[in-house]
């Protein structure tokens, strides 16, 4: 268990594709077993447009914001210090922050396939009963991106406190 934690923590970006495949796993089951369908596969044909309307325009916004908190923390590259601990704990910092980036990165992918797939369930998703395969990839990616923002923007929001505490030279 304790190598799997490790193995999660120098990989964090895994964390969204994981969680996607997770809720892909338990969903394809429980959509075969359905009659009626599950999630947006069951909502009614006006709720199910307003639905992608809304999670394609959330999306595109939140892409924006993940990209964004991309290019900032890029911009925080290692100070150079005088002495050999400070040294170690700038360059520890950047590979938390290149950890950090590798997660918004394949949390903006997931965005990037909600987005894309909202769009098409506007205009493809327009039966009776909604298309299993638009529906799940919607609500997996979703799920899989809120956690990957939750993540990134935690990660995000400890590197710029902590380079904030770096630059006043505040001990750690």
Known sequence: ???????????????????FIAAEVILIPL??????GVLIEAI?????????????GSSS????????AVA???VFSPRRTDS???QIREEDLATARVKVIGTLL????MLLAVLIASTMGIALDSGKRGNAVLGNLVFCCSIS????LFLGGLGMGLSVLEKNRADRGSPA
Do not use: H, K
Request: glycine share 6%; aromatic share 8%.
């Open 106 to 109: 394949t949390t903006s992918l």
């Open 145 to 148: 991106a809120a956690i990957g």
């Open 61 to 68: 916004g939140l892409l924006g914001f993940a990209l964004a």
């Open 84 to 86: 050999r601990a400070a």
């Open 44 to 56: 009614s044909e006006d709720a199910r447009g307003d639905l992608y309307s809304s999670l394609s």
């Open 31 to 36: 959509q075969i077993n359905s009659e009626n």
């Open 72 to 74: 900032i923390l890029a």
């Open 1 to 19: 268990m304790r190598a799997t934690v490790r193995w999660f923590d120098r990989n964090l970006w895994i964390t969204p594709l994981t969680l």
